[in-house]
T-cell receptor
Framework: GAGVSQSPSNKVTEKGKDVELRCDPISGHTALYWYRQSLGQGLEFLIY????????KSGLPSDRFSAERTGGSVSTLTIQRTQQEDSAVYLC????????????????FGAGSRLTVL | AQSVTQPDIHITVSEGASLELRCNYSYGATPYLFWYVQSPGQGLQLLLKYFSGDTLVQGIKGFEAEFKRSQSSFNLRKPSVHWSDAAEYFC????????????FGTGTRLKVLA
């Protein structure tokens, strides 16, 4: 697609429920990132996918968080047994990679999914 | 490990005044450097980037930034601020090898007085 698409744009859930957030990156972008932005905070790195390599999960805050990327394209971030502290905007970004490519290694962000846990 | 510091959480300037937002980074090599802007309720938009070459880079909306290796800084500037520039600004560092991780600062919220 022309841009990074995220859904849902808003999600309200009850504590303890599971949620899935979806990211559809720019077509052809091999790298995909998830970040979390809490109120008044910066962007917290969560996970990074690059091609067929094993993802870098070093930013996931707990084992309740997981993500997958199917077919090197769409990614789903899953939060199990949600807690109130999980309330935040979850941002997805994608980039192309490689040297000499115009726009390479520049993150393009989606509009985000705002999660509210009651 | 790389890190990014934006020492100013909030900045208020009058419309038409000049602006400088500070960014300092920590990284063992020359990183990729970025400034992004986030308007209320919007996603992040790239303002400008530095990969190599000329240390003064021009971006969109009249912004520029200067990479100073000796100071590990990449400050964002604009000679004359417009009311529409009110937003949150994020500096980011990208590694130039390995896993291409991008680390963001905590942001500077800009308020513009009419």
């Amino acid at each position: 697609g022309a841009g990074v698409s995220q859904s849902p744009s808003n999600k309200v859930t009850e504590k303890g429920k599971d949620v899935e957030l979806r990211c559809d990156p720019i077509s052809g972008h091999t790298a995909l990132y998830w970040y979390r932005q809490s109120l008044g905070q910066g962007l917290e790195f969560l996970i990074y996918f690059q091609g067929n390599s094993a993802p870098d999960k070093s930013g996931l805050p707990s084992d309740r968080f997981s993500a997958e990327r199917t077919g090197g394209s769409v990614s789903t971030l899953t939060i199990q047994r949600t807690q109130q502290e999980d309330s935040a905007v979850y941002l997805c970004a994608s980039s192309s990679s490689g040297t000499g490519e115009a726009g390479a290694n520049v993150l393009t962000f989606g509009a985000g999914s705002r999660l509210t846990v009651l | 490990a790389q890190s990014v510091t934006q020492p100013d959480i909030h900045i208020t300037v009058s419309e038409g005044a000049s602006l400088e937002l500070r960014c300092n980074y920590s990284y063992g090599a020359t990183p990729y450097l970025f400034w992004y802007v986030q308007s209320p309720g919007q996603g992040l938009q790239l303002l400008l980037k530095y990969f190599s070459g000329d240390t003064l880079v021009q971006g969109i909306k009249g912004f520029e930034a200067e990479f100073k290796r000796s100071q590990s800084s990449f400050n964002l500037r604009k000679p004359s601020v417009h009311w529409s520039d009110a937003a949150e600004y994020f500096c980011a560092v990208g590694t130039t090898s390995g896993t291409y991780k991008y680390i963001f600062g905590t942001g500077t919220r800009l308020k513009v007085l009419a």
